[in-house]
């Protein structure tokens, strides 16, 4: 354990990361904005999951989680990528709020 | 028992089956130039699988694969009916106008792939394996959601599927995460022994872990505030993906939330009623979601004039009146919310099947369209229409009239009776909606503008049978009751 740097310190750290997320999420009207704020919200739980491993000792399972959730991450991300192409193939614009046609 | 890899292959056909069918057609669209038969490929996978399901050999519960799934008589009820859901959607895929012009071979690879992810959903007994179920379950219903790559619709459809889902996942995880860190593990019945080990249990910190949890699965099965999503995509996705997803990936939800905030995190008591946690109000909490996902979900129907943005509001509404028999916290609630799934199943299914009949002749999804529906050539879709929207309402001798009847007992059975009066006025209040298409259809005149509805046989064949098994399990139900009676149990290791 070095510097006495505690658990709680990292989970504070990720809920600041968390809450960033969230906030990017709910105020960028960039479709790719929108999406680089979901990825802040899945590494703060990743920072969760390595603080929890790390300071609960023995198992792998958070860091085994960790990996998965990185690599979900990317898959969501190559479809999420290919969705906001296509959009702006037909739209002509990623802005998310220009995109809507469905309300009501 | 604890099966590892090879012995959980046993446990395991119905899953590989489908997988053998994603490869087959995966290889064979490279193959072959003609593309037609693909669909029907996928559709005898999925049968074979359903078959594979009845066939299993009978077990009381066992882990597979070192833990992460778990095979017990729960998760075959729900596969049976995720099973019966891929079906209904390939076999309306074959069936579709708007399908015809898309790559065969990635649609029907993909809708079994979605197919396998749900069946793991509904069997996960692992955090870990929860979020990749989930997860999977997500990106392929994206890529389906956007899959008619020049249609607007479908693709702001898609990317706001994705927004949603993206943000629902990672909330959830990030409240799973706090779990792992209370209870040091990622497996079910670890948690649960942890949870319920008495000492000093961070409360607060359980509790809004699991309303982070929540809004991952809440978002599954399109329940209030996680709703936002299903009006757009099922109005922007083609049809039989939008009835995939209302009945599907709906039922996929359900399991998963029943599996997690049953046997992981509450209590089975001796005589089939579960304890929630000392001090994590999670019941209470699910009250109020489920009040007003039904009370929102048929205010907000009353004025759609789109039929599958009606549609997705009414089942909305649905997930809400399921959603009654869960938090009543009782082995009777649970068996409602079971035979409900099926019931909304046959129904919902069936009226999108009206849908997409309509759409293929007219292209028309708005509620005009239905004017005069019974008077220009659509006699039989109207009356499987009325049949199928009086079975969403819940009147007698259909099916959703049993469904209801089950959950308004369990909930009056375990003194909830604000949740059985809220229950009973929006039945009353959605009969408004149903009934604004039924009038139309038979009470107006056609316009002349409409055009008219061919006859499909192959559509009509799944519509009718669909009709069918709306009323004759609103007559004869018990086959389906003690299906759901059977799958009670949950399999939570050696006690």
């Known amino acids: ?104 | 028992m604890d099966l590892g890899n090879l012995a959980s292959l046993k446990h395991f056909i119905p899953e590989m089956i489908l997988v053998a069918g994603v490869l087959a057609i995966v290889l064979i669209d490279l193959a072959v130039r003609d593309k037609s038969r693909l669909g029907a490929l996928a559709l005898i996978a999925a049968a074979a699988s359903l078959l594979a399901i009845g066939l299993e050999p009978a077990l009381s519960g066992a882990w597979l694969f070192h833990r992460m799934l778990v095979f017990d008589s729960f998760a075959i009820y729900f596969r049976t009916l995720i099973a019966l859901a891929a079906v209904v959607a390939i076999w309306m895929s074959i069936g579709s106008k708007e399908v015809k012009s898309c790559d065969q071979g990635e649609y029907y690879a993909i809708l079994l792939a979605s197919t396998f992810a749900m069946f793991l959903m509904a069997e996960s007994a692992n955090l870990l394996m929860a979020y990749l179920a989930l997860e999977f379950v997500s990106l392929t219903s994206y890529i389906l959601t956007g899959f008619l790559r020049h249609n607007r619709r479908s693709l702001e459809a898609a990317l706001k599927y994705l927004i949603y889902g993206g943000v629902a996942s990672g909330t959830m995880i990030y409240g799973m995460s706090w779990i792992f860190g209370i209870t040091g593990s990622l497996d079910f019945s670890v948690i649960n022994k942890a949870l319920s080990t008495p000492g000093h249990l961070p409360v607060l910190a359980v509790f809004i872990a699991l309303v982070l949890i929540l809004t991952g699965m809440g978002y599954k099965v399109a329940s209030v505030p996680f709703h936002m999503w299903a009006p757009d995509v099922y109005t922007g996705a083609p049809i039989p993906i939008t009835t995939f997803l209302a009945i599907g990936s709906k039922a996929a939800g359900f399991a998963l939330l029943t599996r997690f905030f049953f046997p992981a995190i509450s209590h089975l008591a001796a005589g089939g009623s579960w304890t929630a946690l000392a001090g994590v109000d999670w019941p209470q909490l699910l009250l109020f979601v489920c009040i007003i996902t039904m009370t929102l979900g048929n205010l907000a129907a009353l004025q759609q004039t789109n039929m599958k943005r009606l549609l997705a509001y009414s089942s909305i509404a649905q997930a809400g009146y399921a959603l009654m028999g869960f938090v009543v916290l009782s082995n009777d609630g649970i068996r409602a919310m079971l035979f409900y799934l099926f019931a909304y199943y046959v129904m919902d299914a069936g009226a999108f099947m009206v849908v997409m009949i309509v759409a293929n002749s007219t292209g028309r999804e708005d509620v005009d369209a239905y004017r005069g529906l019974a008077w220009r050539g659509g006699i039989v879709p109207a009356v499987a229409l009325t049949i199928f929207l009086f079975s969403l309402t819940g009147i007698p001798l259909t099916v959703g009239f049993i469904g209801k009847f089950y959950l308004l007992a369990a909930a009056i059975r375990g003194q909830f009776y604000i949740l059985a009066i809220v229950g009973i006025l929006n039945s009353v209040v959605s009969l408004y909606y149903y009934l604004k298409p039924i009038r139309l259809m038979f009470f107006e005149q056609p316009r002349g503008d409409e055009g008219t509805v061919r006859f499909e046989a192959w559509n009509y064949s799944l519509m009718g049978v669909l009709a069918c098994a709306t009323i004759v399990f609103g007559v004869y139900w018990s086959p389906i009751i003690s299906f759901a009676n059977r799958s009670l149990s949950f399999f939570t290791g050696p006690a």
Do not use: C, H, P, W
Request: aromatic share 10%; charged share 10%; proline share 0%.
């Open chain 1, 1 to 104: 354990m070095g510097g006495g740097i505690t658990l709680n310190d990292f989970l504070v750290l990720s809920l600041i990361i968390f809450s960033l997320g969230l906030v990017t999420v709910l105020t960028r009207r960039n479709a790719i904005g929108i999406l680089m704020g979901v990825e802040l919200i899945l590494n703060s739980a990743n920072i969760n999951y390595l603080a929890f491993a790390y300071y609960g000792g023995g198992k792998y399972d958070g860091q085994i989680f960790a990996i998965f959730v990185i690599m979900l991450a990317a898959a969501e991300a190559v479809i999420g990528l290919a969705v906001v192409l296509a959009i702006y193939q037909n739209f002509k614009t990623i802005d998310v709020d220009a995109a809507e046609t469905l309300r009501g």
